[in-house]
């Protein structure tokens, strides 16, 4: 019997498990020897637990930093390295393969065929070409017009395991007590607690097979709500990927988005209302000329504040999402729109009052604007952006985030919060488009 290829697979506590566990495990042609983590904070130095890793792993397996790469090669003997995360350029993509390749092991991208796994109900994917480009409003859109037509939907939403793993292997979230329950990130909560608002369930975790057999009990339809610009878990009967006029030419630069963009049904071109019209073309155009067989939907992401009277002729500091300025490539979001739009005198770079890890995001992200991404992945990074808002001397604190941050951390100075919906405004109608889901869902009740 020949040896198992020796294998690493690159990730960031994601699709790197998910590969695994549709893949690798128990597949005896294969060993693992490795996962490498990258882009979240204290991931590496862990182990992925061995009740997910399964029988041929009794003793788990170890997470290391991808700064170790070469070593681990070298070390292992490794011959194929995986890679699986998502929100990367192309030439980054590639300068990681070179990396691997001078090693002598063969680099590796795994496809929708290996990993998708089919649901017994009728699935809508949503996806992006990167993070940060509108995709939580429209999961509401879409569990708007489908809760409208009599459906229970349950809202699957891409990992983001940064807790005890063997604990996180299936999450189910119907209140926000569970969020509290389950030690929720605030990047976490930023996802759910949307969800939870609007009366949606919402299920997570590490193993994705296990999360859809749970979910498929308590739904009519399954929501693939996806992160960052990764491409669906699931087969979908309705793929939906958003593009933005904000970065144009990004649907052609960045993987796993052109992938997306590949799969789509639908493509919807959102952030109209914010983004030149010359962008806006030249989304278009990419989009159809990567796939000419998707329907194009332009729409708009209106704003609004709670309180924009202070903001107004005041001082603000913006908080915004945390992985759609960092990983995301964002210079600003939502908060900082919000805060011109309602006419703040001043939107104060945060530089001078940034503490720890806060301080290094600035360092490490050298793009952002002045703006405070809302880095919160362990309770220690929390307090710092604690800190680092009441250290600012302004007026008001504009939270851009999903979430109501106030109910997270104490921020001291006045703060309102920025919402933003998903209006459609030309191109194939959502309702329209769900017909068909509509129809099997109901068939199937």
Not at 128 to 147: F, M, W
Not at 302 to 315: S, V
Request: hydrophobic letters at 40%; a negative charge; charged letters at 25%.
């Amino acid at each position: 019997m020949a040896e198992p290829i020796r294998v690493i697979i690159m990730g960031a506590a994601g699709r790197d498990f998910h590969n695994f566990n549709t893949f690798f495990r128990d597949n005896a042609a294969y060993k693992v020897v490795a996962f490498t983590a990258t882009q979240i904070p204290d991931i590496e130095g862990r182990l992925y637990p061995a009740s997910l890793a399964g029988k041929l792993y009794p003793d788990g397996i170890p997470i290391h930093a991808e700064e170790e790469l070469e070593e681990l090669i070298q070390k292992f003997d490794v011959q194929q390295v995986v890679f699986a995360y998502s929100d990367t350029y192309y030439n980054n993509l590639m300068h990681k393969a070179s990396r691997v390749l001078a090693q002598g092991a063969d680099f590796r991208l795994m496809g929708f065929h290996e990993t998708a796994i089919k649901s017994n109900k009728p699935v809508v994917a949503i996806c992006a070409v990167r993070t940060g480009v509108g995709k939580s409003q429209t999961t509401r859109r879409v569990v708007d017009i489908l809760r409208k037509e009599g459906l229970k939907v349950a809202a699957i939403r891409h990992p983001m395991p940064y807790g005890d793993l063997a604990k996180q292997a299936v999450q189910r979230f119907a209140t926000m007590e569970d969020l509290d329950k389950e030690e929720c990130t605030i990047e976490e909560r930023e996802e759910y607690a949307p969800h939870i608002e609007n009366g949606t369930l919402v299920f997570a975790g590490v193993d994705y097979e296990a999360i859809l057999r749970k979910a498929e009990q308590e739904a009519d339809v399954i929501l693939w709500d996806g992160g960052n610009n990764d491409f669906s878990f699931y087969k979908a009967d309705l793929y939906i990927t958003l593009a933005d006029p904000h970065r144009p030419g990004h649907e052609a630069m960045y993987f796993p988005g052109e992938v997306n963009v590949r799969l789509a049904d639908a493509i919807i071109i959102n952030k109209c209302d914010s983004a030149t019209q010359e962008n806006i073309d030249k989304v278009a155009k990419s989009c159809h000329e990567i796939n000419p067989k998707a329907g194009i939907i332009y729409a708009d992401s209106p704003m609004t504040a709670d309180n924009p009277e202070l903001i107004k002729g005041k001082r603000v500091l913006v908080v915004e999402d945390g992985p759609t300025l960092t990983h995301g490539e964002m210079g600003y979001g939502a908060g900082y729109l919000a805060a011109k739009q309602c006419g703040a005198a001043e939107i104060v770079d945060p530089r001078p009052y940034a503490v720890g890890s806060l301080k290094a995001t600035f360092d490490k992200w050298a793009h952002l604007g002045p703006i405070l991404p809302a880095m919160g992945y362990s309770e220690k990074q929390c307090h710092e952006l604690q800190e680092t808002i009441a250290n600012a001397d302004v007026d008001t604190v504009v939270v851009g985030t999903p979430i109501d941050l106030a109910k997270v951390i104490d921020i001291k100075q006045p703060s309102t919060r920025i919402h933003y919906d998903l209006a459609e405004k030309s191109g194939p109608s959502l309702v329209d488009l769900l017909q068909p889901i509509i129809k099997a869902a109901k068939a199937g009740k």
